[in-house]
Structure formats: C-alpha cells, structure tokens
C-alpha cells in the first residue's frame, strides 16, 4: 500500500477515515508485531496519555494515531516532534465523502460511541436510529471542525491517503461499522442539513459528495 522509510509512524486523522484499522494494517506491514501501536492515547485521560509520552522520550520505534483536533494535548515538545522532525514519517488520511463521515459519526455517537466492531458475529445488528435534527446538525459542526484543523496542519505528510480508496481490511480485525436500517433516511437528511445549514459558518473545506445509492 504505502512504504513506511523510517519511525516513529504517525497517523493524523478525522473520525471515521478507517484511520484505527490503517494502523494496524500498518503494524503488519512493518515486519515487526512488537510495534508498539498507540490508538489516541488522549482519549481515555491522563495515564494513557503519559504512557505514550514517555515511551516517545525512550524510543522512535512506534506507530501513533491522533485526531488533528487533539494533537495540543500531547504539549508543545511532542507536537513540534511530531509535525517537525525529519525522522517521523507523517501520514494524512481524509474521507472523500462528507456526507458518508457525518452520517457514520452520527450512527456512532447514536450507539454510545460504539466506534469499532471486532467480531463478524457482533455486525448482526438491525436497528433504527432516530434522527435528531438538532444532534445531527451537532455532528456535522463537528466534523467540520475536526477536518478544518486536518487542513490546516502546518506539516509536511510523507503520505497522503483517502478512506474510500483503501483496500478492503477486514483482516485487521476490525468490520466496517453494519448499517441501521434506515441508512437511506439518514444519509437523506445529513445531504439536507448540509445545504440548509452549512457547516460552521462554510468553513468546511473538504468537497461534499452526495452518493446517488447506498451500499
């Protein structure tokens, strides 16, 4: 897919870019299981986070994915590291399908932020999620902000890469998330907020694509 030319491996992503199962893909890639790989250490609070910053200060040998939005928990030292040393190899990967990334965010958020499903058995779901306009236009400001500061990440990327062109990574371990029933309702009215509200005053930058059918 890629070829990785040097460590630490940083991934900077936006939720639900397929960005947790690239790293493992990754990590296989690498030849080397003893990889460290550290999914969003900020995301559950300060002694995960910690662990993470002083293996960094010990060794360049891991694998790290943060969300752009959240990089400024990691302090000023790690963060230039990460965005500024030669010796990181920086990978960006984006969503091409803004409507599909609002949509998927809002399923998740819906299902107590059930981000990621482990086991084939675990996808038989066949549920209907409300559609709160009020929460849903919540979740789209959100990944408006989430991908605006991916935009604007003052970095050089070794590589650049799309969700939708990835190849299939259900060897990971991790299943794409399975669809709520009323998926095409959903999708109806992510495309409405859209054009009736825009996203955060129009300071979305990615192209919003409209899919004519679901898969």
């Not at 965005?83 to 965010?105: G, H």
Request: glycine share 4%.
């Amino acid at each position: 897919m890629i070829e990785i030319t040097k460590r630490p491996i940083l991934i900077l992503a936006t939720p639900r870019t397929g960005s947790t199962a690239l790293g493992v893909l990754i990590k296989t890639q690498c030849n080397d299981m003893t990889i460290p790989y550290f999914i969003e250490p900020d995301y559950d609070g300060l002694e995960k986070i910690q662990t993470f910053i002083d293996f960094s200060k010990t060794s360049k040998n891991f694998i790290v994915k943060i969300q752009a939005l959240n990089l400024h928990r990691y302090g000023e030292e790690i963060s230039t590291y990460l965005l500024k040393s030669d010796d990181v190899y920086r990978i960006r990967i984006t969503r091409r399908n803004l409507v599909d990334q609002i949509a998927s965010f809002y399923i998740a958020m819906f299902r107590n932020k059930e981000w990621h499903f482990r086991a084939a058995n675990n996808r038989a779901i066949n549920d209907v999620i409300p559609i709160d306009i009020n929460k849903l236009i919540l979740r789209t400001k959100q990944i408006a902000e989430y991908n605006d500061c991916l935009n604007k990440i003052d970095t050089v990327f070794d590589s650049e890469l799309v969700y939708e062109d990835l190849p299939n990574m259900d060897d990971t371990g991790l299943y794409r998330t399975p669809l709520p029933l009323n998926q095409v309702e959903i999708i109806a009215a992510v495309t409405q907020t859209l054009r009736d509200f825009g996203t955060n005053g129009g300071t979305q930058t990615h192209e919003i694509l409209i899919p004519n059918q679901v898969v």
